[in-house]
């Protein structure tokens, strides 16, 4: 049997699977013509479910993606314009958060939306390394401070950022101005053979940091932890980030101090219509 099981009572023949397919391996059976992989279709397949999804009928189901685990869309929760419009402008870095661990059954739950973000040839190849200890997120802060020291002495323009010494100074001084006393930290990450790992890793971060205000949470990408983390192995070593995963980028999690009320002006877009 293939990977595909058809519901002749359901099917209608209609072919959408076929032309919806995006690698091109379901046809029509000669014959009776219901839809069935083409030889060799297994290995071509990439498991994106679409057609199981696109069936109008709900005919067809995958053995990999089967109909079961596929739910329908439900019309009464989807978003109109200025919903989604005010949504994604509304989205705020939070540098400033309460002293509130973050509970790990909301952290599961972010990662378990995250995980529907799109990634290349849907290898899903993303990992996660969740941080809920405080002390432990200091640390980590503390490694980039002394690998912030370490640039600035040998070579200031690798430090990344201009104010960098302020960040140092700033911890001298008893703030962390790299990870904000976040009481959450995660990292997405991804093996040498995710081809585009560090897009498909950026990509479920922001499907994370966009359904975070959804549980009272709030994010900020951890830069100034990221750009030591490329090079500085104590710090590597302290995260555990596994070898073989260059692919990675740390974001801070936690309930907000404060609220927004306004939607700040950014530049406008520069296109060129061609
Ligand atoms: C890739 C990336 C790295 C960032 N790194 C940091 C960082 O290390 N520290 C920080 O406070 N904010 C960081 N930010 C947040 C930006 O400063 C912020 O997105 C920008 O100022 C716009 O504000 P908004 O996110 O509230 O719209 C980062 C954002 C991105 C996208």
């Known amino acids: 049997m293939g990977l595909l099981t058809i519901d002749q009572e359901k099917c209608t023949k209609d072919g959408i699977c076929v032309s919806e397919c995006p690698r091109l391996i379901i046809r029509m059976q000669e014959g009776d013509g219901y839809p069935e992989m083409v030889p060799g279709g297994e290995e071509t397949c990439m498991l994106c479910g679409h057609c199981v999804a696109v069936c109008p009928h709900g005919a067809l189901s995958h053995a990999n993606v089967p109909l079961e685990d596929c739910p329908p869309i439900e019309k009464e929760l989807t978003v109109n314009h200025e919903q989604a419009a005010q949504f994604l402008r509304s989205r705020r870095s939070i540098r400033f958060y309460q002293d509130k661990p973050v509970e790990k059954a909301k952290i599961q739950r972010l990662i378990e939306i995250a995980r529907y973000a799109p990634t290349g040839s849907n290898t899903q190849l993303v990992e996660w390394l969740v941080f809920t200890d405080k002390a432990k997120i200091k640390e980590l802060a503390g490694l980039a401070v002394d690998w912030m020291r370490e640039v600035l002495k040998k070579d200031p323009q690798a430090a990344g950022a201009p104010y960098v010494p302020l960040v140092v100074a700033a ?35 922001s ?20 750009h030591p983390l490329l090079t500085y192995r104590p710090l590597k070593e302290a995260m555990g980030l596994p070898d073989g995963y260059p692919y990675h980028y740390p974001m801070m999690l936690g309930y907000p101090k404060f609220k ?10 520069k296109i060129t219509w061609r």
């Open 260 to 269: 927004y009320l306004r939607l700040p002006e950014r530049k406008l877009p």
């Open 207 to 226: 499907y994370l940091e966009l359904a975070a205000p959804s549980l009272g949470l709030g994010t900020c990408w951890a830069g100034l932890l990221q």
């Open 171 to 205: 911890w001298d001084a008893g703030y962390d101005a790299v990870l904000r006393n976040a009481p959450a930290l995660v990292a997405a990450i991804a093996p040498e053979e995710a081809r585009n790992g560090l897009v498909d890793l950026t990509i479920s971060l």
